[in-house]
């Protein structure tokens, strides 16, 4: 698997790494934790990986790989339960694997693959329950889910919160769900006694998980519960007050486009080569989200679909989040609205698939190979290169009842591939020549790097 090989490289720690072990050797080692504007879970996974396979840049960073290889099969039972199908799943998971930035998040010791892989997992249970009419079973899936969301909030400020939201959400809009026999008045409290039952669950059991993470990192650093109200009080006020500008920062309507992707680590040896972690994703993924959400969101709208409606609003949320806020960002924070836009992406593709895509979906998935070509081929072979697929289209739509659909899907899942393996070696630490890498910075050039 990509999130083990080379997981050794670099051989020092990268980015926020350091700030991660040293809270990760502080709990080990019993002093006291240095501060952290986020919940300590992610950094007490970082501690048992050290544990459990050595202080070394491979036992820093195997917990988080086993964390990130998790996600995949996650996601593609997530993806089937959203859209009852097989395909949509193979799609979600594949596109998963094609990455970039979930696969640098699984091979990094930092804490974003842990947050994003309990929420994913919360999801997942989230729509058994959504799918599950069995009372009893409908208990322990939402005990599941308000554990599992308690571990992402204890992981990272701020986004996580957003996960319960929207699970709490559904949770209630599922258990709202009138019940024929009873009356009108009887079936409303019914039905409210449920919702606030199911939801006040859920809620009790993240806050006991986030109390009993804090508890078990140094309790003793907040002197009981005055204490721990006052590091939230602090971790407010110093968000705050950070600045809105800082280097490799960037605005979060800039995300989508991967307008401002830059280096977590980088080095420049004597031969000439150039040695990079790139904290930025597969181009043609990112920029085909952006058609594929508004797709998901008509088809949440014209057949009032929750799947549907739930992808697409966990995608908006995620990036609407950020719009309040006057402190410098960074592109990773995408990273939630990302995943939930994959996930639009498979149902899309499956949908192109079966032939229930309209023809302006087709054209809306497709448009996001012409940038991807033009700046990979340049001009001219990416011009033969759309006349080809232009050609191939219509044939197939006059000629082969069907088949444009599965053609749409086929060359953007090989086109995605291609990309990520052209893209491989910013993520994994191969030495590129300096030729090499330049080639792949396309939205670096004169003008594009600094217009933010």
Known sequence: ??????????????????KVLTQAQSF??????????????????????????????????????????????????????????????????????????????????????????????AYLVLWRFVQDPRPRMRRMELIAMGLLLGLCVSTKAAISELA?????????????????????????????????????LVLGLVLLVYLTVFLVFDWVVWHGIGGFVAYHQHVIQHNLDFPASFPNASPYWSWP??????????????NGTVEVL???????????????????????????SMPWIFVTAGYVANLAMWIPIHRYLFIYSYMPAL??????????????????????EHFLLLAPLLPCLILGLKLMWAGLAVFSISIAYLVLSRRVEGWEGKFVCLIFVFVALLTF????????????????YASRMWLNGQGLASWL
């Open 421 to 436: 393996v052209y893209f491989l070696p910013l993520w994994v630490d191969i030495p590129l020549s300096q030729t090499g």
């Open 257 to 270: 486009l991967l307008l401002h992707a830059y280096a977590y680590w980088n080095k420049n040896p004597l």
């Open 339 to 360: 995943y939930f836009g994959l996930l639009a992406l498979s149902g899309d593709l499956q949908e192109c698939w079966t032939g229930n895509a309209r023809r302006w």
């Open 28 to 121: 080990l080692h019993g002093w006291r934790p240095p501060y952290s504007s986020h919940p300590p879970f992610g950094k007490l996974v970082v501690a048992l990986s050290v544990r459990l396979f050595g202080d070394c840049p491979w036992g820093w960073r195997a917990a988080n790989a086993l964390i990130g290889t998790a996600l995949v099969p996650i996601t593609y039972l997530l993806a089937r339960r959203l859209f009852r199908s097989r395909l949509a799943a193979s799609i979600a998971a594949g596109l998963l694997l094609c990455e970039g930035m979930f696969l640098i998040a699984s091979r990094l010791a930092m804490i974003n693959i842990v947050y994003l892989t309990t929420g994913a997992w």
């Open 1 to 18: 698997m990509l999130r083990f090989w080379r997981l050794g490289s670099p051989s020092e720690p990268v980015y926020d790494e350091t």
């Open 278 to 304: 790139w904290c930025g994703g597969n181009p043609l993924l990112w920029w085909a989200i952006i058609p594929a959400v508004l797709i998901a969101g008509v088809r949440g709208y014209t057949h009032k």
């Open 164 to 200: 319960v939201l929207l699970a709490l959400s559904v949770v209630a809009f599922t258990l709202a769900d009138p019940v024929p026999t009873l009356s009108f008045s009887g079936l409303t409290n019914f039905a409210t006694r449920k919702v606030i039952g199911g939801c006040g």
